[in-house]
């Protein structure tokens, strides 16, 4: 004959536990609108780029690279003046 489990009964929670309502907390509290995450961050812009793979030479990557982050931006300006000098 097949016995009944008994279900284990959770640990008692003390409310005056519960969390510090503090600045960081809230800071890092999902944001809710009815049962939806609203997500962080910048929204998606309507000109995307495309990720692309493309091959450099050390030299030139080196270049872009040493000025610090926005290497890659800072290749496509140079791409895109390029563009403007051939419409010439």
Do not use: C, Y
């Not at 809230?26 to 780029?49: H, L, Y």
């Not at 000025?67 to 390029?82: C, E, K, V």
């Amino acid at each position: 004959m097949a016995v009944k489990k008994r279900t284990s009964k959770r640990a008692w929670r003390d409310p005056d536990d519960a969390p510090t309502l503090n600045r960081s907390w809230f800071e890092e509290a999902d944001i809710m609108v009815g049962r939806k995450v609203v997500r962080r961050g910048r929204p998606a812009g309507t000109a995307k780029k495309q990720a692309i793979s493309i091959r450099l030479d050390r030299d030139v990557l080196a270049h872009f690279r040493k000025a610090g982050p926005g290497w890659q931006a800072r290749i496509n300006q140079t791409l895109r003046r390029s563009m403007g000098s051939s419409k010439r």
